[in-house]
């Protein structure tokens, strides 16, 4: 490899001029290093036809087209092998229904990006209710997690003129309807403007046909906060507006914002989970609540009336309490209930609950199959009781459900099988973690298989459970091949609530590695593989568990995946959204907090004299929320260090990694084939 000079680098990081995102030394070395990986990998017919087979699994027409429902119509955004970029689109339920709906095309984001000379990648849109005459579309350049927000017409079907509509020009922006008329923004202003962690630190108020510049300040946060947000609930008769400051990640205040522009606290603990909607204001804590002579614990669901909350009251209704099993996943309003999804043991139900004169009634949603994991695609909570329901699981493909409170469930969708099922089983194991902590983790092989090649994969952070799912390219390039896929459900996910996150923040970090640790070593006492033949893959903080994997634990692994990294932890916090993260992982200009970090930290704890196995590591260059340098630079010491190290950076695709469906197909098959090549042996 081209060895290049150390400039503007401390003695102790010499990589440190890969931090340059778009510097020419910087990619050139990522260009040299893409074209390494390319060929010891691709260029295979072996290759070509596993990534052919991929983009048809995401190409395909077959596919749910999940939408959401707005009143009258249904929205959707739809990528195929014709818009690689994507259509927006909008339909009625009664075309729904039908096997080949009639789609009203809005925004051809292809022809968008053809016409304009601009490498857009859909990032969403907000619709005007109840009107639906108007949009507030956002476009990123290449799938960064900044965007350009474009007022668009949903009757003529065209952009509105920057004189006459709310255009805002490259920012990681926060934007919401207030009415035809006014939005809420918070986005950079100049100055002083944005937080540490890059979002916005002023919400202001405005309106149509005046300068952005002229907009109403109506709440300012510190600049140490994560970001400054405003929004306004348009529910006829329950108009409200309300300000949000979150302090850090997990704490935040909350405000409803008055005409007059003064401010009203809503008084619920700051680590807590808040909704309002019509008469009701929910809290979800994530640490006990007391209040008077009652202690609510982490994780359960309360339910109060908000005006009178507001007042003082604090009659407080539980209408979720966790268990040691089972854990509160999921809920959202319809027009006059509330759906519930729990987890216990990591298997979903899903329950409706009805508010009445006499109390709630809560009551199970029937008719959803068995070893299933279910998700609320969707509620219109302004228009009816209608709702979406999504169902998988590892071997079974999704199934959309339609249906009404009170009323049958309606399979209105049906994904297609991508692969074989005949043969393959799942089954759920416990592992028995360091300080005897039982991890529970999914085992999906076909039954009687020998000992052979393993993928395990995990997150372990900021409350994110690992649910079944189906994936087809899973299956058709790891399965179908004779691989055995394992999902571990370590701590520092929301599995089993909130506490199963927080025991595992900052100083109980090391408990999220342990875990995954654990696991690895519970597969192979089981005889399900070897060291030598299990692999493990994660992206973003699963990248930096793989991080840890492979410097804390590289004699549990045959071969690492490490995607979208976070691995300097010395710097993660000047670096883009980092600082945001701070509540997760702890401040490392605190001595006391970099005591633990430092024990962890990937790029700090590599070794020229340890056995790593090979790695894969991998990122783009447009991800403007976990920095490419980590992965460029773990890299780079890496192979000073002589290790096996493979990378590859995709220049476009944000923090997912590809911007579309040829770029994801590229990236999967790069990573099966990678992975199949250093375990099938």
């Given at each position: 490899m081209t060895k290049h000079p150390v400039t503007s680098s401390p003695s102790d990081d010499p990589h440190l001029w890969l931090e340059d995102v778009t510097g020419d030394d910087a990619l050139a070395w990522v260009r040299e290093h893409n074209d390494k990986t390319v060929a010891d990998f691709a260029g295979t017919t072996a290759f070509e036809q596993l990534e052919s087979k991929v983009r048809a699994i995401l190409d395909t027409d077959a596919r749910i087209p999940y939408s959401r429902r707005r009143g009258k119509y249904l929205y959707n955004f739809w990528r195929d092998a014709d818009h690689v970029r994507g259509l927006w689109r909008r339909t009625t339920m009664d075309q729904f229904r039908r096997d080949t709906p009639e789609w009203e095309i809005l925004?051809?984001?292809?022809?968008?990006?053809?016409?304009?000379?601009?490498?857009?990648?859909?990032?969403?849109?907000?619709?005007?209710?109840?009107?639906?005459?108007?949009?507030?579309?956002?476009?990123?350049?290449?799938?960064?997690?900044?965007?350009?927000?474009?007022?668009?017409?949903?009757?003529?079907l065209t952009f509105k003129d920057d004189a006459d509509g709310f255009r805002i020009e490259e920012a990681k922006t926060d934007i919401g309807w207030i009415d035809a008329e006014s939005v809420f923004v918070g986005t950079n202003f100049g100055d002083g403007t944005l937080t540490d962690s890059g979002y916005p630190r002023l919400a202001k108020r405005w309106r149509r046909g005046t300068p952005l510049a002229d907009a109403v300040t109506v709440f300012e946060g510190e600049q140490t906060d994560v970001a400054i947000s405003a929004w306004h609930d348009s529910t006829p008769g329950f108009e409200r507006s309300f300000v949000e400051r979150a302090v850090d990640f997990y704490t935040s205040q909350r405000f409803q914002l008055l005409d007059d522009g003064s401010l009203i606290r809503i008084d619920t603990p700051e680590d807590a989970r808040i909704s309002a909607y019509r008469e009701w204001l929910l809290v979800r804590p994530r640490s006990p609540w007391t209040v008077g002579d009652t202690t609510y614990p982490a994780g359960s669901l309360l339910a109060a009336k908000y005006d009178d909350f507001l007042a003082g009251s604090r009659e407080l209704t539980v209408l979720f309490e966790p268990d040691e099993h089972t854990s509160l996943e999921q809920y959202s309003w319809t027009r006059n209930h509330l759906l519930m999804v729990t987890l216990s043991d990591v298997q979903s139900h899903v329950h409706v609950l009805t508010p009445g004169e006499n109390g709630w009634k809560t009551t199970p949603l029937e008719g959803l199959p068995e070893l299933t994991s279910t998700e609320i695609i969707d509620t219109d909570p302004r228009e009816s009781d209608d709702f979406f329901l999504n169902s998988s699981g590892y071997l079974t493909p999704a199934t959309l459900f339609s249906g009404t409170v009170g009323g049958p469930l309606e399979a209105l969708k049906s994904a297609p099988a991508f692969f074989d099922t005949a043969g393959l089983a799942v089954a759920q194991h416990f592992a028995e973690s360091a300080d005897g902590t039982r991890i529970p983790y999914f085992v999906v092989r076909r039954e009687g298989a020998p000992v052979g090649p393993t993928l395990l994969y995990g997150y372990g952070g900021f409350e994110n459970s690992m649910t079944p799912g189906y994936s087809g390219i899973n299956g058709t390039a790891w399965l179908q091949r004779g691989g055995t896929y394992v999902v571990a459900n370590i701590r520092g996910g929301g599995e089993y609530g909130p506490q199963w996150h927080t025991q595992a923040v900052r100083e109980g970090r090391h408990k999220v590695y342990e875990d995954f640790a654990a696991v690895a070593r519970d597969l192979v006492d089981r005889g399900i593989t070897t060291a030598e033949q299990l692999g493990a893959q994660g992206g973003s903080n699963g990248g930096l568990l793989m991080g840890v994997m492979l410097t804390k634990y590289p004699e549990l692994f045959g071969a690492i995946v490490c995607q979208v990294p976070l691995l300097d932890m010395k710097r993660y916090h000047l670096l883009l959204a980092g600082a945001s993260w701070m509540a997760e992982y702890g401040d490392p200009d605190n001595p006391d907090d970099w005591a633990f970090i430092s024990d962890y930290s990937p790029y700090q704890n590599t070794s020229a004299t340890a056995a790593y196995p090979p790695i894969l590591i991998a990122t783009s260059t447009r991800d403007d929320r976990v920095h490419p340098g980590h992965a460029r630079k773990m890299a780079a010491r890496l192979e000073d260090e002589g290790h096996e190290v493979h990378y590859y950076e995709n220049i476009e695709g944000g923090h997912g990694g590809a911007a579309d469906n040829a770029q994801a197909a590229f990236k999967s098959a790069l990573t099966y084939t990678f992975l199949w090549d250093k375990l099938a042996r």
């Amino acid at each position: 490899m081209t060895k290049h000079p150390v400039t503007s680098s401390p003695s102790d990081d010499p990589h440190l001029w890969l931090e340059d995102v778009t510097g020419d030394d910087a990619l050139a070395w990522v260009r040299e290093h893409n074209d390494k990986t390319v060929a010891d990998f691709a260029g295979t017919t072996a290759f070509e036809q596993l990534e052919s087979k991929v983009r048809a699994i995401l190409d395909t027409d077959a596919r749910i087209p999940y939408s959401r429902r707005r009143g009258k119509y249904l929205y959707n955004f739809w990528r195929d092998a014709d818009h690689v970029r994507g259509l927006w689109r909008r339909t009625t339920m009664d075309q729904f229904r039908r096997d080949t709906p009639e789609w009203e095309i809005l925004v051809d984001v292809d022809e968008l990006a053809d016409r304009e000379g601009e490498n857009w990648v859909w990032s969403g849109a907000q619709v005007l209710r109840p009107e639906q005459n108007l949009a507030l579309i956002s476009l990123s350049r290449g799938g960064a997690d900044a965007v350009v927000v474009r007022e668009f017409d949903l009757e003529s079907l065209t952009f509105k003129d920057d004189a006459d509509g709310f255009r805002i020009e490259e920012a990681k922006t926060d934007i919401g309807w207030i009415d035809a008329e006014s939005v809420f923004v918070g986005t950079n202003f100049g100055d002083g403007t944005l937080t540490d962690s890059g979002y916005p630190r002023l919400a202001k108020r405005w309106r149509r046909g005046t300068p952005l510049a002229d907009a109403v300040t109506v709440f300012e946060g510190e600049q140490t906060d994560v970001a400054i947000s405003a929004w306004h609930d348009s529910t006829p008769g329950f108009e409200r507006s309300f300000v949000e400051r979150a302090v850090d990640f997990y704490t935040s205040q909350r405000f409803q914002l008055l005409d007059d522009g003064s401010l009203i606290r809503i008084d619920t603990p700051e680590d807590a989970r808040i909704s309002a909607y019509r008469e009701w204001l929910l809290v979800r804590p994530r640490s006990p609540w007391t209040v008077g002579d009652t202690t609510y614990p982490a994780g359960s669901l309360l339910a109060a009336k908000y005006d009178d909350f507001l007042a003082g009251s604090r009659e407080l209704t539980v209408l979720f309490e966790p268990d040691e099993h089972t854990s509160l996943e999921q809920y959202s309003w319809t027009r006059n209930h509330l759906l519930m999804v729990t987890l216990s043991d990591v298997q979903s139900h899903v329950h409706v609950l009805t508010p009445g004169e006499n109390g709630w009634k809560t009551t199970p949603l029937e008719g959803l199959p068995e070893l299933t994991s279910t998700e609320i695609i969707d509620t219109d909570p302004r228009e009816s009781d209608d709702f979406f329901l999504n169902s998988s699981g590892y071997l079974t493909p999704a199934t959309l459900f339609s249906g009404t409170v009170g009323g049958p469930l309606e399979a209105l969708k049906s994904a297609p099988a991508f692969f074989d099922t005949a043969g393959l089983a799942v089954a759920q194991h416990f592992a028995e973690s360091a300080d005897g902590t039982r991890i529970p983790y999914f085992v999906v092989r076909r039954e009687g298989a020998p000992v052979g090649p393993t993928l395990l994969y995990g997150y372990g952070g900021f409350e994110n459970s690992m649910t079944p799912g189906y994936s087809g390219i899973n299956g058709t390039a790891w399965l179908q091949r004779g691989g055995t896929y394992v999902v571990a459900n370590i701590r520092g996910g929301g599995e089993y609530g909130p506490q199963w996150h927080t025991q595992a923040v900052r100083e109980g970090r090391h408990k999220v590695y342990e875990d995954f640790a654990a696991v690895a070593r519970d597969l192979v006492d089981r005889g399900i593989t070897t060291a030598e033949q299990l692999g493990a893959q994660g992206g973003s903080n699963g990248g930096l568990l793989m991080g840890v994997m492979l410097t804390k634990y590289p004699e549990l692994f045959g071969a690492i995946v490490c995607q979208v990294p976070l691995l300097d932890m010395k710097r993660y916090h000047l670096l883009l959204a980092g600082a945001s993260w701070m509540a997760e992982y702890g401040d490392p200009d605190n001595p006391d907090d970099w005591a633990f970090i430092s024990d962890y930290s990937p790029y700090q704890n590599t070794s020229a004299t340890a056995a790593y196995p090979p790695i894969l590591i991998a990122t783009s260059t447009r991800d403007d929320r976990v920095h490419p340098g980590h992965a460029r630079k773990m890299a780079a010491r890496l192979e000073d260090e002589g290790h096996e190290v493979h990378y590859y950076e995709n220049i476009e695709g944000g923090h997912g990694g590809a911007a579309d469906n040829a770029q994801a197909a590229f990236k999967s098959a790069l990573t099966y084939t990678f992975l199949w090549d250093k375990l099938a042996r």
